[in-house]
Each structure stands twice: as C-alpha cells, then as structure tokens.
C-alpha cells in the first residue's frame, strides 16, 4: 500500500453516519456546528467550549478508516527519528521528575519510539497499526498488545504511568478511555497526554485550515481547559501542564501550509524541497500548538 505523505487524507465517510446529539465532553445538547471539513461537520459546546466531530464514527469504522489509510510517513521514516527524540526526551525527563522508574504503558506506542527513551523502566505497549505493531513487538516482544485499549486484559492498578501521545485524539470515546486508564493505573499513578491545542493563537488565526482540523483522525480537539475537565471528571487531579517546542523539518512545515491540496505555492515548495538539503534542515518549532498534560490518579 503507498504511504500517505505527512498531514494528508484519504477521502472516507462510512454510509448512514450517526451523528453526535450532545458534548460527549459534559453531555450539554447545547452544541453548533463551526466548520466542514473532508465532509465532516466539526461542533463547538456553548457549554464548555470542547471541539469535536459530530459525526460518531463506530470503532469498525475508525479501524477500516485507518486500514485504507496505511502506516503513516511520519513515524516510519528513519531521518525524522531524530526529530521526535528531541521530544520524547523532554517528556521522559518531566515523568522521572514525578516517578523516578517503574511500569509504564505507552497507548498508540507506534513502533515503540518513546519506550526506546524509557531505559531502566519496565515497557508496555498498545498499537492498532499491525506494521508499526510489529516493530515494536521485536523490541519489547509480548509486552506490545496489538489492539485498541478496550481489549488490552492488562491487571487492574499495574500501571505507575501511561502515556497517550497523538492518540488521545483519536480516540472516539475519550472518557471511556481515561475509565480504562484509571483502573489500569496505581493509586497515585501518572497520565501524560499530549494532544493539539484548539485554543492556540495559530489554530484561531487559522481556523478551519488548522493543520490538526483533520476528521476522522482527529475526533475531538483538545485544550487546556477541555483536557482539564476530562481528567477531573475521570477522577485524575491535573499537576501541570506544557507547550514542548518540537523539531520540524522544513518541507513538514511547508506540507503543513498546503493543507494537503496537491496545487498552491506550498506544496510546490514541499515537492521541491522534499528530497533536498533543504527540506531537511530542522527547525525548533513552538506555537503552543501542542499541549500536554501531566495528572496523577486520586
Ligand atoms: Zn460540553
């Protein structure tokens, strides 16, 4: 199957769609529609301001979604590595500021990128994606599950700390996923989430071409404030929270500015700097459009 190139989408809407009636956030019928994207209706809660898609795509759907869309580019090329280290890193030294070592469980651990960083911690991991699973699987063997994290059978309070990084996201029913996590994890474990900031001054400048705004892989969109009632509701007490500067290639940056249209003086500049020099100059990048957040269990 042919890679699909950073920050671009299939076409894919399943027949007879459900649509979300409330704020799967705090349950308000108080909701508006705010844009349409790749056919998607992308709502807004009057109520406590969450961003998500009103179309509730089912686990089968999101799973063919993602079969059609193959192993993304961005995790599976070797030079861009280096890139996402710089920071994993940062995150490894935040955790073992709160939890020297211990058990850890990385949700959507791709081929196993930040438990490579976890060294001296005992690593575990779930990924939907077979390719990337499989990656994974010959570095930390058994202890990478190849399924959602509903069917993971992982003992109750195993966990010191789990992490979902881009994936969060994702997921079609967020709170029932932070359920999961919370009996998963040790009284007082740790929760790291990192997910895209919807309150971003990029991401209102931007609007509806916010490089994130990208239904159905993003169903839900996270800020601060949002993050922060998930978690309270799910009986995590937040610590902190963080905007970690990423390193990013040029040519990602200028894919990005196309918003994934094959035409425009963007994309023209990532095709002509996709197998340059100059493409591959790194940049640190921080417009606070990536937020993570650190919780403990109560
Ligand atoms: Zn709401």
Known sequence: MAKTPVGSQIQYMPENVALHQRCYLCGSADI????????????????????????????????????????PEVYTENENLKNLLYYY??????????????????????????????????????????????????????????????????????????????????????LNSLKICYDLLKPGGLIVIKVHNISCLYAKITGSKFYAILPPTHLSYFDRNT??????????????????????????????????????????????TENSFLGRIRIRKNLNDIITVLAVKK
């Open 89 to 174: 890193e940062r995150l490894r030294d935040m955790i073992q500021e709160k939890q020297p070592k211990g058990r850890i469980l990385d949700v959507g651990c791709s081929e196993g990128n930040f438990l490579d960083v976890m060294q001296g911690w005992e690593c575990y991991g779930v990924e939907l994606e077979a390719v990337v699973a499989a990656k994974a699987r010959k570095k930390y063997g058994d202890n990478i599950k190849e399924c959602a994290l509903e069917e993971t059978n992982f003992p109750s309070s195993f966990f010191d700390v789990i992490s979902l990084q881009d994936v969060f996201d994702h997921m079609p029913d967020p």
């Open 32 to 71: 508006f529609d705010k844009f349409k994207v790749n056919g998607y209706t992308i709502s807004g809660c009057k109520s406590c301001s969450f961003v998500f898609v009103k179309e509730h795509l089912t686990t089968s759907e999101l799973v063919e979604f993602y079969r059609q869309m193959g192993a």
């Open 227 to 272: 993050l922060g009632l998930a978690l309270e509701k799910s009986n995590f007490a937040v610590l902190s929270h963080h905007f970690i500067a990423h390193i990013m290639f040029i040519k990602t940056i200028f894919h990005r500015l196309s918003d994934g249209k094959s035409q425009g003086l963007f994309y023209h500049l990532y095709r002509l």
